[in-house]
């Protein structure tokens, strides 16, 4: 059963314009939420994250909104550039835990920015 | 945030034969976690490796299967024993940040692993 969900395989997006990355979740408990992104042969690397006391983080073009009554969250990245073409991932953990958990992840956005 | 480097960043293996996994951090870290990403799916945790105590999987994953050794705080190995096809995936090791990042995780460039 999949916690943390990214419906959308793929994204294309002009550069320039906003690219709006997607994800839902299903289990309540989590309560800290990673955007990585990921670029073919490497490993991913942490972008931005919020906690489930904000509904918004920022991070100069990179923003992450919280809408915890839906549980869903989303990614905006404004404007978009084609370094920004790499795979994303969603991701949640439960901070109550301690950290000792590893993190539970999404399948992953492909965003394609288009010159 | 930690370096990691991880060995082999690719092999094709042949059904039937073992491969271990190598990660090495550039600092003492308690807590080492391992994934697995088959083609098209998500990063699945495997197991947490801690120094000086047995690896603690996640549903589905065993140790016969995949035994993880952790003999200090900047190693450990990941062992595939046994491989079919369906363990053709990236591995990828990663650990926790310290102080203000220990929420994150900060992860090597992965071992794609063929196996045919």
């Known amino acids: 059963d999949q916690q943390v969900k990214q419906n959308s395989p793929s994204l294309s997006v002009q550069e320039g314009r906003i690219s709006i990355l997607n994800c839902d979740y299903t289990n309540s408990m989590f309560d800290y939420f990673l955007w990585y992104k990921k670029y073919p042969a490497e490993g991913p690397t942490f972008l931005i994250s919020i906690s489930s006391i904000k509904d918004k983080n920022e991070d100069g073009r990179f923003t992450v909104f919280l809408n915890k009554s839906a549980k869903h969250l989303s990614l905006h990245i404004v404007p978009s550039q084609p370094g920004d073409s790499a795979v994303y991932f969603c991701a949640a953990s439960v901070l109550g835990k301690g950290g000792a958990d590893g993190l539970t992840f999404g399948k992953g956005t492909h965003l394609i920015i288009q010159p | 945030s930690a370096v990691i480097s991880q060995k082999p960043s690719r092999d094709i293996c042949q059904r039937g034969t073992s491969l271990t996994i190598q990660c090495q951090v550039d600092?003492?870290?308690?807590?080492m976690f391992w994934y697995r990403q088959q083609p098209g799916q998500s990063l699945t945790l495997i197991a947490t490796a801690n120094q000086g105590s047995e690896a603690t999987y996640e549903s589905g994953f065993v140790i016969d299967k995949f035994p993880i050794s952790r003999p200090n705080l900047t190693f450990s190995t990941l062992t595939v024993s046994n491989m079919s096809p369906e363990d053709s995936s990236i591995y990828l090791c990663s650990v926790r940040g310290q102080g203000a990042g220990a929420n994150v995780l900060t992860f090597g460039a992965g071992s794609r692993l063929t196996v045919l």
């Open positions: 600092s003492q870290v308690t807590m």
